[in-house]
């Protein structure tokens, strides 16, 4: 009796589970349910029969395919069992079916799987926002961004200004010097504002319909306007663009320190061939030569200038206690010639030989000096003409040379042309190899007693001053004054002595040239522009 119960039991169970896995099939995709009358166990021969299987044979059962109590699982098992091991089919990714049942069950989760979804969108896209912008927000830096700033603002200011006409440097002066400057500069516009509104404001006089609110508050606002964009009419011809100011540096660069050491390096018809090839670079080496002076102590140009005039105390500067004016500019009278010197007659004739722009001629000739200007071109102005000044006879000048006697040792034939010019000047114009020529040129045009002005770099005397003034005074001067008193450049004073006087030094000091190494008596136009060469150093600005 309880064996019977036991297998009512067991049959109770398997209608059951059966019934069970019936209504789980029916849930899962692509499944159909199956009837209960399916769910009845099956004997091993409904399995599908294997391939290699004999006639007569039947499958083997494996452990898998029984239950715990020992007997054969159902199809209804297998296939659970399948479904629940298997791995997930492509085609079952698609959604299922709705059931009559479970269909508002199946919206609310299509519902909030949709809601989730757009949430997490929603959010992906707030975080990379945020993290984008966090990002931006990192990058920044306030002190890198100040820093930029200040150096634009710093690139944007010209480093060279005009003030009341005159060219300023201002990377070259101290904070307070640049203080200065633009507070003069800022008074400079100021003005021109001023002449502005005042010109606006006298237009509106000649109408006789008064102006209406609205304009008057305009009018009022304009100078504000004009004080941020001034009027380049106000700013003169001289003013200088962004962009000039820009190319003026460079020039006063590697550009200047190029052509000023191709002129040191050169004879003077190399130095001709080059400008006559590119004009624009004479304006190019002036502008930085005027750089370069800028930063000395005195300009030699002013310091010749001062010498025509005999009163001015500036003339050159005393040294020591109990020394007389005149003793520390060589007096007014000459040693040689034992008369005023030639600078002080009325209305005196000067030569400037390598005169630039004719910056000597502009501050002489208003004082009644007559000043002739040569150099590699003719500038637009018409104050300096183009002549190469170390080709003997170039001058359009009267006076007699004999290339067989470059020293004028040899007594002048009669009727020869003399000299008339009172003065010649050298202002940092002893510049090409051969500028020994250049010397014996002036000293064809220059009369007797007159005077030969040098002014030149110091560092150029590498072997100190004697050698020079021995090679001066063998082509025919005379020492009168020299001047170092400049830490840039030295100052000398010769004149042109007579024939008697040039044989006589010769004589005095050495006959055979011992002193420097030549021969007067047998020497060469090109000898002597050798020994020139070696005597003095060029002058060539360090590459930066």
């Not at 400079?188 to 509106?204: H, I, L, Y």
């Not at 100011?245 to 006063?252: D, E, F, G, N, T």
């Not at 590699?376 to 102005?381: I, P, W």
């Not at 009172?422 to 500028?435: K, Q």
């Amino acid at each position: 009796m309880s064996g019977l119960d036991l297998d009512q039991l067991q049959a109770q169970l398997e209608l059951k589970r059966s019934a069970l896995a019936d209504s789980i099939l029916s849930k899962l995709p692509g499944l159909g349910a199956s009837s209960s009358s399916e769910s009845v166990p099956t004997s091993t021969n409904t399995r599908p029969r294997q391939a290699n299987l004999g006639v007569g044979a039947t499958p083997k059962q494996t452990a898998s395919e029984t239950s715990s109590n020992g007997k054969p699982r159902s199809a209804a098992d297998l296939r659970l069992k399948g479904a629940l091991t298997s791995k997930r089919k492509r085609w079952q990714d698609d959604e299922p079916k709705p059931q009559a049942e479970s269909d508002s069950d199946d919206d609310v989760g299509r519902a909030d799987t949709i809601t989730k979804k757009a949430k997490q969108a929603n959010g992906s896209a707030t975080a990379s926002g945020s993290a984008g912008k966090d990002a931006k927000a990192a990058k920044k830096d306030p002190f890198a961004v100040k820093g930029i700033e200040a150096q634009k603002a710093a690139q944007s200011q010209p480093k060279i200004v005009i003030v009341d006409g005159e060219t300023i440097d201002l990377s070259k002066l101290s904070k307070t010097q640049r203080k200065k400057i633009n507070k003069q500069l800022r008074a400079q516009q100021q003005s021109s504002t001023n002449t502005t509104d005042n010109d606006d404001q006298a237009k509106p006089t000649t109408t006789s319909t008064p102006a209406s609110p609205a304009k008057a508050s305009t009018s009022t606002t304009s100078p504000i306007k004009i004080a941020a964009h001034p009027s380049t009419s106000n700013t003169g011809s001289g003013a200088l663009t962004a962009l000039q100011a820009q190319m003026l540096s460079k020039l006063s660069g590697s550009r200047f320190r190029t052509i000023n050491e191709k002129l040191y390096t050169t004879a003077s018809e190399e130095a001709v061939r080059m400008i006559d090839a590119a004009p624009a670079m004479f304006d190019e080496y002036h502008q930085g030569f005027r750089e370069q002076v800028r930063s000395w102590p005195k300009n030699p140009l002013d310091r010749i200038a001062a010498l025509f005039d005999a009163s001015s105390t500036s003339a050159a500067p005393t040294k020591g206690k109990g020394k007389s004016q005149a003793s520390s500019t060589g007096g007014t009278v000459s040693k040689f010639t034992k008369v005023a010197k030639a600078r002080f007659n009325p209305a005196p004739l000067v030569i400037d030989l390598g005169a630039g722009e004719g910056g000597l001629a502009k501050k002489l000739c208003p004082k009644g000096v007559k000043v002739l200007c040569y150099d590699l071109v003719t500038t637009k102005d018409g104050w300096v003409r183009k002549q190469d000044t170390a080709a003997i006879g170039g001058l359009p000048l009267p006076g007699y040379f004999d290339d067989s006697d470059p020293l004028g040792l040899q007594i002048q034939p009669d009727g020869m042309a003399q000299g008339v010019a009172d003065v010649a000047v050298f202002c940092l114009s002893l510049m090409g190899t051969n500028w020994i020529h250049m010397l014996l040129e002036a000293k064809r045009v220059l009369r007797i007693g007159g005077e030969l002005i040098i002014a030149e770099v110091s560092s150029r005397f590498e072997n100190g001053f004697d050698s020079f003034i021995q090679i001066v005074q063998m082509l025919g001067f005379g020492l009168e004054y020299k001047d170092q008193s400049n830490s840039h450049f030295v100052l000398f004073e010769f004149t042109k002595l007579s024939y008697s006087q040039h044989i006589s030094s010769l004589s005095n000091s050495s006959p055979d040239g011992s002193s420097i190494g030549m021969n007067p008596h047998g020497a060469t136009l090109d000898q002597l522009a050798t020994y020139g060469k070696m005597l003095l150093k060029p002058c060539i600005y360090k590459r930066r």
